[in-house]
């Protein structure tokens, strides 16, 4: 595997290449640059599989790399490095994008590496930016991109109407009746919570979009129907709290 470090720290650059160097994975050449336009180069020439680039950097943004491939593919792997606020996190969950938070765990750059290397293909890299891209400047989530089996789905927000854990895996249901299979555990959408959005997780296997709340119930243990008739469970521990929001809307 070849890689690239972009970053304009050099510390931050010798560190990151060290860690990868000792975490005992096969690593071919790695590559560095301290700014995205050199960064650039640096890919045109190395070919990597994998590019590590700080998403804060003097003159242009990591996130800005897709203007120097436009109307190419993009046709390596991108983990952005970051030190960034809370915020800037959920942004990169909500597209689907791989961050490593300075600094940097060894586990969690191994964690990283074995996914590049095991994924066989890029899953609409050029798109989960573009997206990545309109979030950090409007400050507001409008999609979620949804790993499926083929790649990367953006579904807006304003359609999902809940989201239901199934082993390893979420079902989501979306307005129009249909149901997505995301190979990810419910606990992977926990940000969905604090975007400040209008979602809510009632029970530990749920998490609901109060836009399409219709009933609650106190029958059956307590439950809530949404618009298009699901009933979800509401935990114990969560009724009163639910009651309260409810109250407020």
């Given at each position: 595997?070849?890689?690239?470090?972009?970053?304009?720290?050099?510390?931050?650059?010798?560190?990151?290449?060290?860690?990868?160097?000792?975490?005992?994975?096969?690593?071919?050449?790695?590559?560095?640059?301290?700014?995205?336009?050199?960064?650039?180069?640096?890919?045109?020439?190395?070919?990597?599989?994998?590019?590590?680039?700080?998403?804060?950097?003097?003159?242009?943004?990591?996130?800005?790399?897709?203007?120097?491939?436009?109307?190419?593919?993009?046709?390596?792997?991108?983990?952005?490095?970051?030190?960034?606020?809370?915020?800037?996190?959920?942004?990169?969950?909500?597209?689907?994008i791989d961050y490593l938070l300075k600094?940097?765990?060894?586990?969690?750059?191994?964690?990283?590496?074995?996914?590049?290397?095991?994924?066989?293909?890029?899953?609409?890299?050029?798109?989960?930016?573009?997206?990545?891209?309109?979030?950090?400047?409007?400050?507001?989530?409008?999609?979620?991109?949804?790993?499926?089996?083929?790649?990367?789905?953006?579904?807006?927000?304003?359609?999902?109407?809940?989201?239901?854990?199934?082993?390893?895996?979420?079902?989501?249901?979306?307005?129009?009746?249909?149901?997505?299979?995301?190979?990810?555990?419910?606990?992977?959408?926990?940000?969905?919570?604090d975007a400040g959005s209008t979602f809510?997780?009632?029970?530990?296997?749920?998490?609901?979009?109060?836009?399409?709340?219709?009933?609650?119930?106190?029958?059956?243990?307590?439950?809530?129907i949404l618009e298009n008739g699901d009933?979800?469970?509401?935990?114990?521990?969560?009724?009163?709290?639910?009651?309260?929001?409810?109250?407020?809307?």
């Amino acid at each position: 595997m070849k890689i690239a470090v972009i970053d304009d720290e050099v510390k931050a650059r010798s560190l990151l290449i060290n860690l990868i160097r000792n975490i005992g994975e096969e690593v071919g050449e790695i590559a560095e640059a301290g700014d995205l336009a050199n960064g650039v180069d640096v890919i045109r020439k190395l070919k990597p599989d994998l590019v590590f680039l700080d998403i804060e950097m003097p003159n242009e943004r990591g996130t800005e790399i897709l203007n120097y491939f436009e109307g190419e593919a993009i046709e390596f792997d991108i983990v952005f490095t970051t030190a960034y606020s809370e915020y800037a996190l959920q942004a990169f969950e909500m597209n689907a994008i791989d961050y490593l938070l300075k600094p940097i765990r060894p586990k969690r750059l191994k964690e990283v590496i074995d996914r590049v290397r095991s994924s066989a293909e890029q899953k609409n890299i050029q798109l989960r930016l573009e997206e990545l891209r309109k979030s950090l400047r409007s400050n507001h989530f409008n999609k979620i991109g949804l790993p499926v089996q083929d790649g990367i789905e953006f579904v807006p927000l304003q359609q999902i109407v809940r989201l239901e854990a199934d082993g390893m895996y979420t079902k989501v249901k979306r307005e129009n009746g249909d149901e997505v299979l995301v190979s990810k555990p419910l606990k992977y959408f926990q940000h969905l919570l604090d975007a400040g959005s209008t979602f809510y997780r009632p029970h530990r296997s749920h998490i609901i979009n109060m836009k399409f709340l219709k009933q609650y119930v106190r029958r059956d243990g307590h439950a809530i129907i949404l618009e298009n008739g699901d009933m979800v469970p509401v935990a114990k521990d969560k009724k009163e709290q639910f009651l309260e929001l409810v109250s407020s809307i």
